[in-house]
């Protein structure tokens, strides 16, 4: 990133991987919007944060909310350098399609697909307009492989494998990076929301399997990612425990 001080739009801002990366994004000197529906938990992280953020309550599966977001912002805040496109869930996955509820499948790719796309249409034109940018978004490496009981998780995080390749290829003459993180396994509280808040459940899954990633990890290599010379783009990164693929 550049010594200019940056302005970050950060979704799930509030906990998890999107915590971890608004943690790392302010040490290297940016201001921030703090992009949650929780406004208790942006409340906290923003207090946390101290000066240069702004805490944004906002729910990305409300189209006219999401078209005036940037209204909202102090002027100083409204042009966004860096979208980090984090906020996603998987309420109620886990379960075989055709016993799980349509409902949980439709929230699922409302908020994990469609509420990036209309985050992603709201600031991008901005981008263009000032001819700078990074969009980072937020995939799984679910996007890429089968995995049984997961078909609306894993079908949401497949579409945002795919539009991250077609913008990225729409822009390819222009100097705005589209950034693709694909994790594996990592410690959030996704898998006890999955379980509608069964923290204990939610224990023993990631005991199961040993070693798992944590937010911090993944804000590394969001670092990493936006750290790199304007003409390098990282286009997509896997990162996996060591002792899972």
Request: some cysteine.
């Amino acid at each position: 990133m550049t010594d200019r001080q940056r302005i970050a739009f950060v979704t799930g801002a509030a906990s998890g991987i999107g915590r971890a990366v608004c943690l790392s994004l302010q040490g290297k000197g940016c201001r921030i919007v703090l992009v949650d529906r929780q406004e208790d938990r942006l409340a906290v992280l923003a207090g946390e944060l101290g000066a240069d953020v702004f805490p944004l309550a906002l729910d990305i599966t409300d189209g006219s909310a999401v078209a005036n977001c940037l209204d909202r912002l102090p002027p100083e805040f409204r042009d966004i350098d860096v979208l980090v496109n984090n906020a996603g869930h998987d309420i109620g996955g886990r379960t075989r399609f055709d016993i799980g509820s349509a409902d949980d499948w439709s929230a699922i790719i409302e908020t994990n697909l469609i509420g990036l796309m209309r985050v992603t249409r709201t600031i991008l034109p901005g981008m263009i307009e000032r001819g700078r940018g990074d969009i980072v978004n937020m995939s799984s490496i679910s996007a890429i492989r089968m995995v049984p009981d997961q078909a609306p998780y894993s079908a949401s995080k497949a579409g945002v494998h795919m539009l991250s390749d077609i913008i990225r290829g729409e822009l390819a003459e222009t100097p705005i990076r589209v950034i693709e993180i694909l994790p594996g396994l990592t410690r959030t509280n996704i898998v006890a929301s999955r379980l509608r808040g069964d923290e204990e459940a939610a224990r023993e899954y990631f005991e199961r399997f040993g070693m798992a990633l944590d937010p911090e990890d993944i804000a590394r290599c969001v670092s990493f990612a936006l750290d790199q010379p304007p003409h390098v783009q990282i286009a997509q990164m896997f990162v996996v425990p060591t002792n899972r693929w």
